[in-house]
């Protein structure tokens, strides 16, 4: 591959060496420069039609929209120049003459660039005087309002639906102060990814009807997380509120989603947030299932797996660590898992994107662990087995199928209806509640975090599990969800290199990963 010829420019008295072809915004941020600026977005097409990013070049006629005009060798830019903020200060101006004050109760308040950019850049007070233009608010469909009071006219919804999800929906109706964003006749925001409109949106008027009113952005905890509702491993930010998981939203990874998610990903979070928990360890006694504490609980499970052959119905949706950790459990059995299956949904103006047909996170890790993908769950428990069932739900399972087992225990945060004979519980975090690994259908490794603390003496599975396999004498306890994931590198072979602090939060892909090729620049507007 030929050597990208670089070029050198000074912004702002900073040197900056970056490729050629690049804008003055994206040169500008390496240098740690951010440029206002309203329409322009990194994995869109340039429009230019803000004019909020103007900067000053020497030598120039007049100033540059720095989203649209690429660096030069030489170069040397003024953003903070008196002729470039006065440029922006009237534009800020124009585009608040008929912005509401509804920044008391608009839910992007806290997060909305046109504040930030105002209170940065603004004038102190308005000049104008004259009664504010007003249209109704309106449903777009799907997950999507529509308040075009607050709209300043960006059309990066438009040309998001327009240029990468290829279905023409929005449109610029009407001209000068009369316009606003249209749909045109009979067509709805109900594309699968449509709702990456109200992530675009730099202002208030396109909002989440899920998210609406729910919590202000100050009001939230945010975790760098994993979407786990299906195999393509989207990055995402998980967004709690009194640990209460309230709204999920992507985070950029040029590998894996460049900076979108789809709406079933980022409105299927509920069952993260699910009330019938079990809270406490139980062992069953005379009288049933009872309240144990730990101790007890982890030696009445080591009592029933030692020297028995151990079947495990896992869920996908458990870490790698977890799995790893349960196939030290099995003491010559098997494990088995199943998948939640759906109609395959891509964003086709990203190469390698979609939301996948297997909905869940850790299929393909689950697979390269040891467990057989099936359709029969309990297909493979053999008469007088121990059943381990992992955070598996068992639903549209019948109890006749588990009364095989010779001992059940179950270890998930829920108690299923044909476990109800289960000898012990032991209740496990869910994907939400703690930390750990997933392996995504490319063969890319990936670190989620924990966004909300679990309820009553809930433990992390991982935690659980290593101290049930140090109660049956097959290894120390851990202390660390690393350190699992050490083992678990030193002991398979697709694994092998990788640590948490080389995945960081953007991931590896394994050593035996399946080949991909290069993939096409994710950013538009990079092209």
């Given amino acids: 591959m030929a050597e990208k010829k670089m070029v050198n420019l000074t912004i702002e008295g900073r040197p900056v060496s970056v490729v050629e072809g690049t804008t003055i915004l994206e040169a500008a941020k390496t240098a740690g420069i951010l ?110 309002i529509y308040v075009p009071n607050r709209c300043i006219l960006c059309t990066r919804c438009v040309r998001f639906m327009d240029d990468v999800a290829h279905e023409p929906t929005l449109n610029v109706s009407e001209r000068g102060d009369r316009a606003l964003i249209g749909k045109f006749e009979g067509k709805d925001l109900t594309h699968p990814w449509a709702a990456n409109v109200v992530d675009l949106c730099p202002v208030g008027a396109l909002l989440s009807k899920d998210f609406l009113n729910k919590a202000r952005a100050w009001e939230l905890d945010r975790t760098a997380s994993i979407c786990p509702n299906c195999t393509q491993g989207c990055n995402v930010i998980m967004e709690t509120r009194e640990n209460q998981l309230v709204r999920m939203r992507p985070r950029p990874n040029e590998n894996v989603n460049a900076f979108f998610m789809c709406d079933w990903g980022r409105l299927n979070y509920r069952w993260m947030n699910e009330k019938n928990r079990v809270e406490h360890p139980m062992v069953r006694g005379k009288n049933g299932l009872a309240a144990s504490d730990w101790e007890a609980a982890i030696s009445a499970a080591a009592r029933a797996l030692n020297g028995k052959k151990v079947f495990v119905a896992a869920s996908p949706m ?94 998930g945060s829920i108690l299923p209806e044909a476990a109800g004979k289960a000898s012990v519980v032991l209740p496990i975090a869910n994907y939400s509640e703690e930390e750990g690994t997933v392996t995504n259908l490319r063969g890319r490794v990936q670190r989620f975090t924990q966004a909300k603390q679990a309820p009553g003496e809930t433990r992390p599975s991982w935690l659980v599990l290593g101290d049930l396999l140090g109660a049956i004498g097959k290894q120390t306890n851990f202390f660390l969800p690393s350190e699992v994931f050490a083992q678990l590198a030193s002991s398979n072979s697709s694994f092998a290199g990788l640590s948490y602090d080389s995945l960081g939060f953007k991931g590896l892909p394994l050593v035996d990963a399946p080949p991909t090729s290069p993939k096409a620049p994710i950013a538009v507007a990079a092209r």
Avoid: W
Wanted: net charge negative; with cysteine.
């Fill in 35 to 144: 440029i206002p600026h309203y329409c322009y977005h990194p994995g869109l097409p340039i429009a230019g039609v803000c004019r909020m990013c103007l900067v000053e070049v020497e030598k120039a006629p007049k100033l540059a929209p720095s989203c649209a005009t690429t660096v030069a060798e030489g170069q040397v830019v003024r953003v903070y120049s008196d002729k470039s903020l006065d440029a922006r200060k009237g534009v800020l101006e124009m585009l608040l003459i008929n912005h509401p004050l509804d920044c008391p109760i608009c839910d992007q308040s806290g997060e909305c660039e046109l504040q930030d950019y105002t209170y940065q850049e603004g004038r102190e007070d308005s000049r104008y005087r004259e009664p504010k233009r007003f249209n109704p608010a309106e449903d777009f469909g799907g997950d999507v």
């Fill in 318 to 411: 458990l870490s790698n660590e977890s799995l790893y950790l349960l196939t030290q459990l099995m003491q010559g059995g098997s494990g088995a898992f199943r998948v939640t299956e759906g109609e395959e949904a891509p964003l086709p103006g990203v190469e390698d994107l979609a939301l996948r047909r297997e909905r869940a996170a850790n299929v393909y890790g689950a697979e390269k662990l040891g467990f057989n993908k099936t359709k029969d769950l309990l297909g493979g428990l053999g008469l007088g087995d121990v059943l381990v069932i992992a955070g598996e739900d068992l639903a549209g399972i019948d109890a006749s199928s588990v009364a095989r087992a010779g001992d059940v225990i179950v270890i």
